[in-house]
Nanobody, 121 residues
Framework: QLQLVESGGGLVQPGGSLRLSCAASGFTLDYYAIGWFRQAPGREREGVSCISNTGSSTNYADSVKGRFTISRDNAKNTVYLQMNSLKPEDTGVYYC??????????????WGKGTQVTVSS
């Protein structure tokens, strides 16, 4: 069964940092682009960042550019999201999902259950 598992969320003060991990089981990530998404209470899910299967291409939502960095280690079958200078509006459940390439118009699949990020003083 293809499955992605997110981890690394938690409670952090504004201006703090967290690193999220997205680990795959049941398949290798080498062939997939991986996207990070988030959903805040009462809001629709939004794409945050995406990385191509080789890691040669990345993209970011305007709201996180310059603060978040996506990376991957295919040897560890894991994708990371380093989040710095966190703001209260970054609060939400963060999910990762797989697709053949980075395009927010594509459906993405193998969704994980998410990890909660709360930015609050």
């Amino acid at each position: 069964q293809l499955q992605l598992v997110e981890s690394g969320g938690g409670l952090v003060q504004p201006g703090g940092s967290l690193r999220l991990s997205c680990a795959a089981s049941g398949f290798t990530l080498d062939y997939y682009a991986i996207g990070w998404f988030r959903q805040a209470p009462g809001r629709e899910r939004e794409g945050v960042s995406c990385i191509s299967n080789t890691g040669s291409s990345t993209n970011y939502a305007d709201s996180v550019k310059g603060r978040f960095t996506i990376s991957r280690d295919n040897a560890k079958n894991t994708v990371y999201l380093q989040m710095n200078s966190l703001k209260p509006e970054d609060t939400g459940v963060y999910y990762c999902a797989a697709e053949v390439r980075c395009s927010w118009s594509l459906p993405f699949g193998s969704w994980g259950k998410g990890t909660q990020v709360t930015v609050s003083s």
